[in-house]
């Protein structure tokens, strides 16, 4: 795999809630998903950062939405994952998923067992 | 019940958005604004000025940090390094290497160049590029493979001089690698360019030698063609493809 291509934590986690989102996902609504899915509350600016690179990276692609009141005017910027991005997503998620086999991490945090 | 930026206030956000503009882009500052402006109208205005001042921050910090370090780097590279080589490579002047007087002037002139150029190349591409760039990977190999030229030892300059050559011959050959060292390239020749001419126009037509401004200047705009030059590295080629989704 491409070291450029491979991806972060926050990487994925933003292009997991883009794709969640579907063509509802810009700036706000990622924040929002992000937050309402792991608790977290990351600053918009790691948000725009993660997002700009990304689209360097040509993982993400943005196409312009209409101007609303509420937004002062300004447009909404809607994002979607490119194939080269879902591609790095799922070798990130495949490499996770490997690392976790025979673990039982999630069972045992589910019923509070062996390894709490 | 914070104060919530209103469209009627919106004209005041607009050096605001001109100065996000600058580290952004203009596209990419008008949505960040538009989703700042949204966001505050239920978190207020408080929360919308330092969401801004943080955004600007962590989207404009990288390049001006980068600049500093390479002009910090130069200046080391200038009062330091050239001062050790002043002093110890006196006693070898006369030393011809292992290839003889004409292989000299290449073999120990091309590294010592190329090391001049990366020590302002390097610090500017691992701060915008991150380490996991190409750019700045082979930044970093060249600079190891050129920095023993510094030392007075023909031997050891023989030999940085050959394997410079032939690091970057095997990389002009290698498509992965073949951008980045014309990307390198580019900027540096850039560099040399713009520092003699600002500085023959400096002693020639002022009559004095501002050569820290020189150098500045050079450095900038041989950052800027980098950073304009960066984006065609990250266009991939079909041949690449396959190797990226393997």
Redesign the interface.
Known sequence: MNPERSLGEFEQIVLLAVLRLGDAAYGVTILDEIAAKTGRNPAPGALYTTLHRMEDKGLVTFRDGSPTPERGGRAKRFVTVTREGRNALASAQSAYQSLLQGLDLLDAKLFGGAYA | MPES?S?AN?SR?APAEWLLARV?GS??A??????????A?TRGRLWFWI?YA??????GWRTPVAFLLAIASVKFMLVRVLHLVAHYGAHHLGDVGLFGEMNREVLWNLPMVIAQCLFFALPFVFVCYGR???LTQLACTLLLITIPVYTALPWVRDLSGVLTLLAIVAALLLSLWRRPVIVLAATSVTAIAVVTTCAYILTSVFHHRKVFACEAIGIAIALMVCSHLH?WL?E?RPA?IG????
Not at chain 2, 30 to 39: H, Q
Request: proline share 0%.
């Open positions: 930026i469209s919106i956000t952004a596209t990419r008008t949505a960040i604004l538009g989703d700042l402006t949204e966001m109208q969401a943080r955004t600007l921050v962590s989207l996991r760039n190409r984006g990250l991939e690449l190797d990226t989704h393997a």
